[in-house]
């Protein structure tokens, strides 16, 4: 079975500044995928990235990018020039490859969350 | 907006009672997922289905059930409510092959 630890609770950075929330996974598939969904006090399920793992190079959107780490099962998210706004809960989630219908079409198993507070 | 939508938004009851929550995924959409997002638990994938036919089953517990119409809205529901199903539950929908989920806004069920 899959797993995602997200070993890091809660965190504070300045706005302005940079901050990378951790995550881990675990499992024996070779073709998946990864997300991290922000989540912020509306509740709202928002998607912030996403990464396959066949692709080698690092995804990036705006002010977010990933550190892929395929051998380490490793798959950070990097926050730069934060802002207010970037206050949530982030989560990271795996995927597994649907081979019935191909892409994405499975569950999402979820980390337990890290909280980050933007200061001004 | 992502384009899901779910209803009813708040749901407050009482332990023994049963409710249903419903979702309309977007557009064009096959697939639906419900997840269960509680302070303990954390966020959990319930049930899938496919174009109204189940797909894949999570930790769902036997008093809840789900179906899938023919116009492709989901329906959860939820019996014999216990303390402990008080919880925001989501609705995602998906294309298939595509790698993104959407989700609904979610229903806060509260159990008094």
């Known amino acids: 079975a899959q797993t995602v630890t997200q070993s890091q609770p809660e965190m504070s950075v300045q706005e302005a500044e940079t901050v990378t929330l951790s995550c881990t996974y675990d499992?024996?598939?070779?073709?998946?995928?990864l997300f991290w969904y922000k989540q912020p006090p509306s509740r709202q399920m928002i998607l912030v990235i996403r990464?396959?793992?066949?692709?080698?190079q690092n995804a990036t959107e705006n002010r977010f990018s990933v550190n892929f780490q395929k051998a380490a099962k490793s798959f950070s998210l990097k926050i730069s020039d934060s802002q207010l706004g970037d206050t949530a809960m982030y989560f990271c989630a795996f995927m597994k490859h649907d081979l019935v219908y191909g892409g994405a079409t499975n569950k999402l198993i979820f980390g337990t969350g890290t909280l980050l507070a933007v200061q001004p | 907006d992502s384009g899901v939508t779910q209803t009813p938004k708040h749901l407050i009851t009482a332990t023994g009672q049963r409710v249903t929550l419903r979702c309309s995924p977007r557009?064009?959409?096959?697939?639906v997922y419900w997840y269960q997002q509680s302070l303990d638990q954390g966020l959990q994938f319930l049930i899938q289905y496919y174009n109204g036919e189940e797909r894949a089953k999570g930790n769902i517990l036997e008093r809840f059930s789900a179906q899938q119409f023919p116009d492709l809205h989901s329906e959860l529901n939820l019996s014999s409510l216990e303390l402990g199903d008080s919880a925001l539950y989501f609705c995602a929908s998906s294309e298939a092959g595509y790698n993104e989920q959407f989700f609904g806004p979610g229903t806060r069920l509260t159990v008094l």
């Open positions: 499992t024996s598939e070779s073709n998946y995928y």
């Open positions: 990464q396959e793992a066949y692709k080698q």
């Open positions: 557009s064009g959409d096959l697939s």
